[in-house]
């Protein structure tokens, strides 16, 4: 970044360029507002080769999703920058600085940082994960339909996955890993049975592969246990930062803490909106594409009757 962006103004900076991000630029630079959006380039579904579910771009890889969506803001005149945001202060407007250059001005601000996930501490996990270590049957069930499932345990929430996977294979085992039976309750168990869903207790050592291919699950007592898929609970870290430090209000809930929001995503800072993963642990590709959209929409509301207003009483 150069320093023709020094003390520039812009009606709104973005931070974050996925789908969230991208979506909120599209709509601001249709509205004719001069936005800037600022992307450390480090999407949450990058370890995906494809991303399904979003009608009309089913089986498109992230990648490309993005190419696409950084050609059609700058046909709007949207400026993009690759770096990152290390604060936001606030005298009015909204002062953003950036790691790798001069800090610049903004009247509102979207928040679009999403989350990292971090994976279970389990050898053969964080390696395989996006390919056939996964998380959610929603994004990849389909291609793997049919396959031997596993699922690694983290906590007893983790019935529910193995609950829900079970609609797209038939062979499903659950990996208790450090999680006791004793804490599974009479439901589970009884769901479990009736979904026909096996129930392997003892601590998994690592997950095996050969030719790069998953094959099996291993256990600490050198057991072997055949599967070719494993879905797994990664920890979800949010990255939301910038909002706690400008004093929103967040709402702690069993996958982090994420801000309090109404309907369009604005938070409990006046002129700060949030989208995509930043508001929550479950916000697909899709759906952050429609917060950043309702958030943007929004601010151009926003700003227009703020200039209209200021032109009345001026």
């Keep these: 970044?150069?320093?023709?962006?020094?003390?520039?103004?812009?009606?709104?900076?973005?931070?974050?360029?996925?789908?969230?991000?991208?979506?909120?630029?599209?709509?601001?630079?249709?509205?004719?507002?001069?936005?800037?959006?600022?992307?450390?380039?480090?999407?949450?579904?990058?370890?995906?080769?494809?991303?399904?579910?979003?009608?009309?771009?089913?089986?498109?890889?992230?990648?490309?999703?993005?190419?696409?969506g950084r050609d059609e803001i700058a046909r709007y005149g949207v400026e993009l920058v690759r770096d990152r945001v290390t604060d936001v202060t606030r005298d009015g407007d909204f002062t953003v600085v950036?790691?790798?250059?001069?800090?610049?001005?903004?009247?509102?601000?979207?928040?679009?940082?999403?989350?990292?996930?971090?994976?279970?501490?389990?050898?053969?996990?964080?390696?395989?994960?996006?390919?056939?270590?996964?998380?959610?049957?929603?994004?990849?069930g389909w291609e793997v339909r049919d396959e031997p499932f596993g699922v690694l345990a983290s906590s007893v929430m983790s019935v529910h996955q193995a609950l829900m996977v079970s609609q797209w294979s038939k062979d499903v085992t659950l990996f208790l890993h450090r999680v006791a039976e004793a804490e599974l309750s009479d439901q589970d168990l009884r769901r479990l049975a009736a979904a026909g869903v096996g129930v392997v207790s003892g601590e998994v050592a690592e997950l095996v592969a050969e030719d790069d291919r998953l094959t099996g699950v291993r256990l600490a007592d050198g057991s072997t246990h055949a599967r070719s898929v494993v879905f797994v609970a990664?920890?979800?870290?949010?990255?939301?930062?910038?909002?706690?430090?400008?004093?929103?209000?967040?709402?702690?809930?069993?996958?982090?803490?994420?801000?309090?929001?109404?309907?369009?995503?604005?938070?409990t800072v006046p002129g700060v909106w949030a989208a995509g993963n930043a508001i929550g642990f479950a916000e697909q590709v899709v759906h952050a594409a429609s917060g950043g959209y309702r958030a943007a929409a929004a601010i151009v509301g926003d700003l227009r009757m703020s200039d209209l207003d200021a032109a009345v009483d001026g």
Excluded: W
């Design 1 to 68: 970044m150069n320093g023709t962006y020094e003390n520039e103004t812009y009606d709104v900076v973005v931070v974050g360029g996925g789908a969230a991000g991208l979506s909120a630029a599209l709509v601001l630079g249709r509205a004719r507002n001069r936005a800037l959006v600022v992307d450390a380039g480090e999407p949450r579904n990058a370890p995906s080769s494809h991303m399904q579910g979003y009608l009309s771009r089913d089986g498109m890889s992230p990648a490309e999703f993005l190419a696409l």
């Design 98 to 140: 950036l790691d790798g250059g001069p800090a610049v001005r903004a009247r509102r601000l979207i928040v679009a940082t999403g989350l990292k996930d971090e994976m279970p501490d389990v050898p053969g996990v964080a390696e395989r994960f996006g390919r056939d270590v996964l998380h959610c049957p929603f994004c990849h």
């Design 234 to 267: 990664p920890r979800p870290m949010p990255q939301t930062g910038l909002l706690e430090r400008l004093g929103a209000e967040m709402n702690e809930t069993p996958f982090g803490a994420y801000p309090v929001v109404d309907p369009t995503g604005l938070t």
